[in-house]
């Protein structure tokens, strides 16, 4: 063969390979606005955000959880799966909250704002969900310094699970909580991952 004729065959026989790379994962060949991931949705259907994994809680677990913007801080919060009354596991409706962080407060029965807890990695502004009854509310902790809450802290209670009242401990880092955001209100449960 010629070099003219050998290198238009090669050319061709390069450029189908190119053209023909892409696949149905590769975002340079979806159509605009089609989006492949996994969403989590609110009771009424509509879009919370992505499902992720935001950080390793104190047992070294990851929750599932988004990433949200409240208030001007942008936060992860979990989700874990829905329980029914006699405490069975539904496969596919989750609830706001996370099953193996305690959260101390400055009360003796649990009630108002809990401290938040830090986490020296955290790239998001640090968080906290305390549930009462069906209701989820989202403690965020201000754009500051961590300081020792241990001397304040009267009580504490792990995840779902009843409180418990206590001396103060040696030493707690965290923040109290700047605000507050429904997580109920404003996305209903049960959620769902699409």
């Known amino acids: 063969m010629k070099a003219p004729i050998k290198t238009a065959v090669i050319l061709i026989a ?15 060949t979806r159509h605009e606005g089609e989006r492949r991931f996994l969403a989590v949705v609110d009771a ?7 499902l992720t994994s935001g950080r390793t809680d104190f047992f070294n677990n990851t929750p599932p959880g988004v990433v949200l913007t409240v208030n001007g801080a942008i936060v992860f919060v979990p989700i ?6 006699d405490g069975h596991t539904l496969a596919s409706h989750y ?7 305690g959260y101390s407060f400055r009360t003796s029965d649990c009630s108002g704002p809990p401290f938040i807890r830090g986490e020296p990695t ?4 640090p968080a906290a969900i305390v549930r009462q009854g069906g209701e989820a509310t ?6 500051s310094f961590s300081s020792d809450f241990a ?19 040696d030493r707690e880092e965290g923040w109290t909580p700047e605000s507050s955001f429904s997580l109920s209100e404003h996305f209903p449960e049960p959620l769902t991952v699409r």
């Open 14 to 28: 390069v450029a189908s390979l190119w053209s023909g790379r892409g696949t149905a994962d590769d975002p340079r």
């Open 122 to 125: 955290g790239n998001l502004r």
């Open 80 to 85: 874990h799966r829905a329980s029914d009354a």
């Open 138 to 143: 989202l403690y965020i902790a201000p754009d």
């Open 151 to 169: 001397p304040l802290v009267r009580s504490v209670r792990f995840a779902e699970g009843p409180c418990a009242s206590l001396t103060p401990v």
């Open 95 to 101: 609830v706001w909250g996370d099953v193996s962080y």
């Open 44 to 50: 009424h259907g509509r879009f919370v955000g992505p």
